[in-house]
């Protein structure tokens, strides 16, 4: 497999995933309380978003580059 097919169905994959998610969750280990000896933490699950226009242009990216691979092969 040529090298531009192989980005191009991992920037494909890329997008689909994008649209399927709509962002990536952590969970963050928080210190609350610090009092010498004694600490307190809290775990809080944070969202970091990916608009859809980061997957479309991950898709639109990975199909043009699988079309302009194979003219070029």
């Known amino acids: ?3 531009y097919t192989v980005i191009a ?5 890329l ?3 994008v649209f399927a998610y709509q962002g990536i969750s952590y969970t963050a ?3 609350v309380v610090d009092l010498g000896p004694i600490q ?3 775990k809080k699950t944070r969202t970091l978003p990916l608009p859809p226009i980061v997957g479309g242009i991950c898709l ?5 580059l699988l079309v302009t691979g194979k003219r070029k092969g």
């Open 1 to 3: 497999m040529k090298s």
């Open 9 to 13: 169905v991992i920037l494909i994959a």
């Open 15 to 17: 997008g689909i995933a």
């Open 60 to 64: 639109v990216g990975g199909i043009v």
């Open 29 to 31: 280990t928080e210190k």
């Open 40 to 42: 307190m933490t809290a």
